[in-house]
């Protein structure tokens, strides 16, 4: 069975630019979340999205958005980046709440 | 609010055992998770508690006090394949039964 793929691996962007990455979840898990790495704040959820639906959403600013097709796949849009928006960001898959979380390999995104 | 405590680093020489301890603040829960991380490298799912006690999985155990707040993930015969940060994560039912992760702990494996 394929694990969670992310595309693409790394991105440099430059201040004011908007960026869209994409994730494939594990096949048959419907819940789709996104989170950002940074060595200073750790893991920060961003949200979730279950059957192209946003359940919850953390405490990012509108910049931030996602959508979730109907294959399950996912998409996550920053616009307006700022140099501060550089770090990690994950994306998991999980078949429902009472399963582990499964992390993609991460899209790292450098903001110049 | 949502607090997750672990130490942020730890030495341990191979073959040895270490102990990863994890506290938790949580509006609310539904299970404990520990995930491991390689530098540069995803979070991979080691071990679930969501009821009091000790799951064993191989060189790899989890324990979990839901009194007290209270985790640790035991490691033993070391290797050094181990050296990864080891990240405590609470499923939380009042923040959507989203992931508050705690802040990870570096744990070096010395030969």
Known sequence: ?112 | GQNIDQPTEMTATEGAIVQINCTYQTSGFNGLFWYQQHAGEAPTFLSYNVLDGLEEKGRFSSFLSRSKGYSYLLLKELQMKDSASYLCAVRDPGYGQNFVFGPGTRLSVLP
């Open chain 1, 1 to 112: 069975k394929a694990g969670v793929t992310q595309t693409p691996r790394y991105l440099i962007k430059t201040r004011g630019q908007q960026v869209t990455l994409s994730c494939s979840p594990i096949s048959g898990h419907r819940s789709v979340s996104w989170y950002q790495q940074t060595p200073g704040q750790g893991l920060q959820f961003l949200f979730e999205y279950f059957s192209e639906t946003q359940r919850n959403k953390g405490n990012f600013p509108g910049r931030f958005s996602g959508r979730q097709f109907s294959n399950s796949r996912s998409e996550m849009n920053v616009s307006t980046l700022e140099l501060g928006d550089s770090a990690l960001y994950l994306c998991a898959s999980s078949l429902g709440d009472n399963s582990p979380l499964h992390f993609g390999n991460g899209t790292r995104l450098t903001v110049t």
